[in-house]
Structures are given as C-alpha cells and as structure tokens.
C-alpha cells in the first residue's frame, strides 16, 4: 500500500472507530471554539504533518536512520523552551549542542548531496529534511498541548483531529500516488487494523492526556527509547548496517536527550 494511503486510511479508520464509541455512549460533541486551535495543532501538525513527511522519506532513508531523526522532539522541545517564560539550564544548553551535533553528523553527507544535486544522494538528503521538519512539528504540539486551557477531554477531541488529519491525507495520496491497487490479505487487513483503531486511538489520546499534565521537555522525553529501539530493530530486523557517521550521530543526540532526563530529575529531587 502506498505510504500516503496507509497513513489516510489509519487516521481514517481510526475517527471512524472513536466516532463510533463516542456516539455509541452519547458523547458526541462538535469541539468549543475555544478547543479549535488544539484541534487544528494536533490535527494538522502532528497527525498530518509528522505522519506524511515521515512516510514520505522513509522511501529515501533506512529505517533506523529515519526513527533516529524524527524522534529528535525533545532537542527541539528544549531548544524552544528558550522563548518561553522561565529559563534553560546550562545542563540543557550542553545537551542541545550534543543533539546537535548529532544532527549535523548524521544529516551533512546527505544534504550535500541533496544541494549537489547527486543521485540518491539528493533523495536521502530530501528525506532527512523531512525527517527534521516533521519532528519540530510534533515538538511545537507538546509545548501547544501543555499550555492550552482544556475546555474538552482529550478522547472528545481525538476523532476530530483525526478526521481533520485523515481528508487532506486522502487527497494527497490522491494527487500524488493516485488511485491505489490493493491486493488486501489478512495480514494487511490485521495490519491496518492494529495501525488505524487500535494503535492510533490509544497512542494519541493517551499522549494528550497525559501531555496536559506534564512539563513538555518531560513528555518529549517519554520517546527517548524510540530511537534506540528503533535503530536495534532496523539492525535485527532488516539487517540494516548503520554507517560509523549513523552510530556517531546516533551517542550524540541519545546522550543528549540523556543528559536534559539526569538533569530534570536532579532538579526535581531538589525541590
């Protein structure tokens, strides 16, 4: 199934599903408009943004190459925090110098590639800019997500975010990989299944929920083991072989997000 189309027919799949359990208990409700710009946020930069950019590189960069940047959130979280009330400590400066750092060690060969104009070079580059685009995109949600003031629960917002992320989706993959040819089986039918209404409705609504009550550099933190997950799988799985400059990058931007967790709790237990 085209990358597109999966992900229109996940968030699809996945309003339809809670559409169906709120209704079913009466609890329907058209969002407030005080709730419209968390819905617009979450929808349009989270679900569509994030989901479409990452689908679309991973046709240009491996898939421990591509889950370690676009779980970068929380350098991005941190480096943001910046203009928001309070301060950021030296122990955060150190580490958004590591993570970028990282960063650049993993994305230059390709961006200049990408800017040379040479070969696959220039898909992989494409793909990284995605990759990081996507990521500050999920990262401007978690901090919208911790200062909005809720009028709604975040399950009576979920399958309008939804929606909202699932139409423009469907008409991309329209516009860009046209009408689809599906050979459905079982396994892709059980694939889309745990992907749209199960994975995509528990994951999202559990990530607002406990994202309104926690610190943003905290809640980004909570993806910390995605990357390293991530990379080991690519390896075990799909028998990828990280380059040195991959596993480089790789220490960097972990040991980074490392350093901001160690400091946060420090800071918590002296209180």
Do not use: K, N
Request: proline fraction near 6%.
């Amino acid at each position: 199934m085209p990358p597109l189309w999966m992900a229109a027919l996940r968030f699809s799949s996945a309003a339809a599903c809670l559409f169906a359990i709120l209704w079913r208990r009466g609890e329907v409700r058209v969002p407030p408009r005080s709730d419209l710009p968390i819905v617009v946020s979450v929808g349009v930069l989270q679900m569509t943004a994030f989901t479409a950019l990452g689908a679309l590189a991973m046709q240009h960069v491996g898939a421990g190459h591509a889950v370690l940047l676009a779980y970068t959130t929380p350098l991005w979280v941190t480096l943001g925090s910046v203009f928001l009330p309070g301060r950021i400590s030296g122990r955060q400066l150190i580490a958004t110098g590591m993570g970028v750092s990282g960063i650049a060690i993993v994305c230059l060969p390709d961006l200049w590639t990408l800017f040379s104009r040479r070969g696959t070079g220039a898909q992989q580059g494409s793909g990284d800019l995605m990759l990081v685009v996507g990521a500050i995109c999920w990262a401007v949600v978690i901090v919208h997500v911790r200062h909005h003031r809720w009028r709604s629960l975040p399950l009576a917002l979920a399958p309008w975010q939804m929606l909202l992320a699932g139409v423009p989706l469907a008409l991309a993959a329209l516009i860009f990989e046209g009408v689809p040819s599906i050979h459905w089986t079982a396994s892709l039918a059980m694939l889309v299944v745990f992907i749209g209404p199960v994975a995509t409705c528990i994951c999202f609504v559990i990530s607002a929920e406990v994202g309104r009550r926690i610190p943003p550099v905290t809640m980004s933190l909570a993806t910390l083991g995605v990357p390293i997950t991530g990379l080991v799988g690519s390896v075990v799985l799909l028998d990828e072989m990280p380059s040195a400059g991959l596993l480089a990058g790789f220490v960097l931007i972990v040991g980074s997000l490392a350093c901001v967790l160690t400091g946060s709790r420090r800071e918590r237990s002296g209180r």
